[in-house]
């Protein structure tokens, strides 16, 4: 973490929408965004170990729900049933994501915007929605 966490990227987003920055949060974040796609709390766990960054599951669990309740991240919840996080680049956290069934790596399709029309019954109110993609990603396609 930079010497004044307002100066990365991560704090400026943190700050930007209202939030104490904390060396966790700051951290946490960094991974997300360095990670390019979405990452399960084990997998962000051992990326702070592995940047020296000290850190309990109880503080991992608290921050991931901070950003994720403040917009900064989404969650969503895999083929493996694990939560993942990911940085939420486009506001609202409102687009489809990409499962592949080779190697387990899971990304946001930022610039896709599928057309799902849904029918509720009467009473009924769609709060959010989730729509998961499976199939082999570019990197495992390439064959052996």
Same mark, same amino acid.
């Given at each position: 973490m930079?010497d004044h966490?307002?100066? /990365?990227? =991560? $704090? ?6 209202g939030?104490?920055?904390t060396? +966790?949060r700051?951290?946490v974040l960094?991974v997300?965004?360095? =990670? $390019?796609? /979405?990452l399960? !709390?084990?997998?962000i766990?051992?990326a702070l ?9 109880v503080?991992?669990?608290r +921050?991931l729900?901070?950003?994720? $309740?403040a917009g900064?991240? !989404?969650r ?5 049933r694990?939560r993942? *996080?990911? #940085? =939420? #680049?486009s506001g ?5 994501? *990409? !499962?592949?069934?080779?190697? $387990?790596?899971v #990304?946001?399709?930022?610039? =896709? ?5 849904? /029918? ?7 709060d ?6 499976h ?5 495992c396609d390439?064959?052996?």
């Amino acid at each position: 973490m930079p010497d004044h966490p307002h100066a /990365s990227p =991560a $704090g400026t987003l943190i700050a930007a929408h209202g939030g104490r920055l904390t060396r +966790t949060r700051v951290a946490v974040l960094e991974v997300l965004l360095a =990670a $390019g796609q /979405s990452l399960t !709390h084990d997998e962000i766990g051992v990326a702070l170990s592995r940047n020296g960054i000290k850190h309990d599951r109880v503080t991992l669990y608290r +921050t991931l729900d901070w950003l994720v $309740g403040a917009g900064v991240a !989404h969650r969503m919840i895999g083929n493996d049933r694990a939560r993942r *996080f990911g #940085v =939420a #680049v486009s506001g609202p956290h409102e687009h489809p994501h *990409f !499962h592949c069934d080779r190697c $387990g790596k899971v #990304v946001c399709l930022e610039g =896709a915007q599928p057309a799902v029309a849904v /029918s509720l019954p009467g009473g009924y109110r769609l709060d959010r929605t989730e729509l998961l993609l499976h199939g082999v990603c570019a990197s495992c396609d390439k064959g052996p």
